[in-house]
């Protein structure tokens, strides 16, 4: 089972340990994040971490976006919960895949008890086609097909202390880890999509990172 710190012919293409000092004209939290700050969410960059919260008005997630290239390998966030029932999301994506809303390809989400890993792309063409037929539940076919890209853990995180998420792709199969002990796994198409060049953080209420992690593996 590889950890966060993956030997062998794993390259680190981004790193960020939050432990920078913001110049006075600085531009969100700076290191090339992308952040939906327009939309009064608060990120603030403090004592080697950032804290992200949620503008309750809002009508999406805070959200930071980093580009960050890699095919197989491992995606690390070392965070810190403050209430169980906070959820966040990873969102692995393509930017070059247009047929796919945003290029997303596949999401970790963990909170309120649970983890879920699910294919995102098909999560996508199936609200689509149901949008299409102007129909509010999938078919029998298509429930199916969702459950196959979907798997669900029981999750139980302590608040206000640091844990560590590992998020492994190899081939179409993804697994993931809290604090060294691997939760759950999905193996389905689009985690072997060939190209992934970004990654999303997406946080329902609140969440402390003091470090992403993300390394190829080939």
């Keep these: 089972m590889p950890t966060s710190a993956e030997s062998g012919n794993s390259t680190v293409v981004f790193d960020d340990q939050f432990d920078r000092e913001l110049t006075a004209d600085a531009q969100g939290i700076e290191n090339d994040w992308k952040l939906n700050s327009h939309e009064e969410h608060r990120f603030v960059l403090q004592d080697g971490a950032v804290r992200i919260t949620r503008n309750s008005d809002a009508k999406h997630y805070a959200n930071l976006l980093h580009k960050a290239d890699f095919r197989n390998g491992s995606l690390t966030v070392r965070f810190k919960l403050a209430d169980q029932s906070a959820p966040f999301r990873i969102q692995v994506r393509d930017s070059a895949l247009k047929t796919i809303k945003q290029g997303m390809l596949f999401n970790v989400r963990a909170g309120n008890g649970q983890l879920e890993l699910q294919d995102a792309a098909i999560a996508y063409q199936i609200k689509q086609s149901m949008k299409a037929a102007k129909v509010a539940k999938p078919s029998p076919q298509q429930q199916a097909t969702l459950d196959a890209a979907t798997t669900r853990a029981s999750l139980d995180l302590s608040v ?4 560590e998420l590992l998020v492994h792709v190899q081939g179409n199969e993804l697994t993931v880890s809290i604090d060294g002990t691997e ?21 329902g209420r609140a969440l402390e990172i003091d470090r992403v992690t993300v390394a190829s593996r080939e």
């Design 183 to 203: 939760l759950a796994s999905l193996a389905s198409e689009s985690i072997a999509h060939p190209t992934k060049d970004n990654f999303r953080i997406e946080v």
């Design 160 to 163: 206000n202390e640091w844990h």
